[in-house]
């Protein structure tokens, strides 16, 4: 599947390989132009979302995230940003509207404060979740409370420097599973164990969740964002996750594009 340039001037996407993903970071800086864009090919919905958020900057990053989802999504499928219709199952998670031609496009959406990542696939669940490393307070209590007890126990024999960044692992290796599978607050985090050594890619390791087969859904590795944690889940064959860059995003200091195995 080989996808328009997403805006004129800018490097066309590379194709989409079967089992490949991906992973297009959207950066942090907002500009007059962007804003404005925004605005102009987000849905009603997404607008009114959006107002709903008292804090300005953060009402205008989520305007301009969605618009770079539209951008993104819109070249691949050969339809213009605002031209998008989307569906939603029982949880509120998102897929392309089946009359608009994306042949089986999967899609996953993850934003940490003024920054985001969009997972694409052809096919097959996909999740993805970004976290910001940042200092998290009642790491234990959060862990005994949310994670299973093998979870809490492995987390708490972490070393105290390393704690905040395991514990940020985990979470987001289990919420990427969780938006794969698309059943939102109904799926308990404890019921599925995550193994995120420090110096392996992390696998899922015990599944108690009869009502959402595994299958194929597996944790992928990705390449690195300075600052961030980041986790991917998506059933896909083992092909690996591009980084890509939105030509929309005026932060990024380079245009990454290394494939993680």
């Keep these: 599947m080989r996808a328009p340039a997403l ?14 993903v ?11 132009g962007a804003a404005a864009a925004a605005r102009s090919t987000v849905s009603a919905s997404e607008q009114a979302r959006a107002s709903r958020m008292r804090n300005v900057i953060a ?13 993104i ?45 969009l997972a694409v696939a052809r096919h097959g669940r996909i999740g993805v979740d970004l976290e910001r490393l940042r200092p998290v307070p ?12 093998a979870e809490a126990k492995a987390l708490a024999g972490t070393p105290p420097g390393e704690r905040c960044a395991s514990f940020l692992g985990l979470w987001s290796g289990k919420e990427a599973v969780v938006k794969a599978l698309g059943g939102g607050l109904s799926i308990a985090l404890d019921a599925f164990d995550i193994d995120h050594p420090a110096d392996a890619r992390p696998t899922i390791s015990r599944w108690a969740l009869d009502a959402h087969p595994l299958g194929s859904l597996r944790l992928m590795p990705v390449p690195p964002i300075p600052d ?25 200091p380079k245009r990454p594009s290394g494939l993680a195995r």
Excluded at 9 to 15: K, L, N, R, Y
């Design 59 to 71: 009402r205008e990053h989520f305007l301009l995230q969605h618009h770079a989802l539209r951008e």
């Design 73 to 117: 999504l819109g070249a691949y499928v050969g339809l213009p940003p605002q031209a998008l219709a989307f569906e939603f199952n029982p949880f509120g998670k998102p897929a392309l509207a089946a009359r608009q031609g994306g042949n089986g496009l999967s899609f996953n959406l993850s934003r940490s404060g003024a920054a985001a990542v």
């Design 138 to 149: 009642e790491i234990d209590a959060i862990a005994q409370r949310m994670f299973s007890p």
């Design 22 to 32: 991906h992973l297009w970071w959207i950066g942090r800086e907002m500009s007059v």
């Design 7 to 20: 805006s004129p001037g800018s490097e066309a996407q590379p194709d989409l390989a079967a089992g490949e």
């Design 228 to 252: 961030y944690v980041i986790a991917l889940a998506a059933d896909t064959p083992a092909q690996g996750c591009r980084l890509l860059h939105w030509p929309g995003d005026p932060d990024w």
